[in-house]
């Protein structure tokens, strides 16, 4: 029953924003955060973060243009995306894994962004 439910993606032009967000239930899990891969590439990580703000990450090609937050009382994650890219285009996944897991073992069904040029 533990699911990962992502949203929010669409098709904007390049220096456009789309927040997506995710909605964990099942359980709680001490990190978050999002995944992408675009058709032919390997999937690679975008950001991630704990439920207290204390521990976020981005990938260096998302950083100073991706946010990654979440809304305690509403248990959702959210991933701000401005500055959009042509090479943003991708499916994001929404990800958990708990303290001492290497890998994100949760996985959401994944969300379409797409952005032409």
């Known amino acids: 029953q533990v699911q990962l439910v992502e949203s929010g993606g669409g098709s904007v032009q390049a220096g456009g924003s789309l927040r997506l967000s995710c909605v964990p239930s099942?359980?709680?899990?001490?990190?978050y955060g999002w995944f992408r891969q675009a058709p032919g590439k390997e999937r690679e990580f975008v950001a991630s973060?704990?439920?207290?703000?204390?521990?976020?990450r981005y990938a260096d090609i998302v950083r100073g243009r991706f946010i990654i937050s979440r809304d305690n009382a509403k248990r959702t994650v959210y991933l701000q995306m401005n500055s959009l890219k042509p090479e943003d285009t991708g499916v994001y996944y929404c990800?958990?894994?708990?303290?001492?897991?290497?890998?994100?073992?949760?996985w959401g069904q994944g969300t379409q962004v797409t952005v032409s040029s």
């Open positions: 990800v958990a894994r708990d303290v001492f897991d290497t890998d994100y073992r949760y």
């Open positions: 099942g359980r709680a899990f001490g990190y």
């Open positions: 973060d704990n439920w207290s703000g204390s521990s976020t």
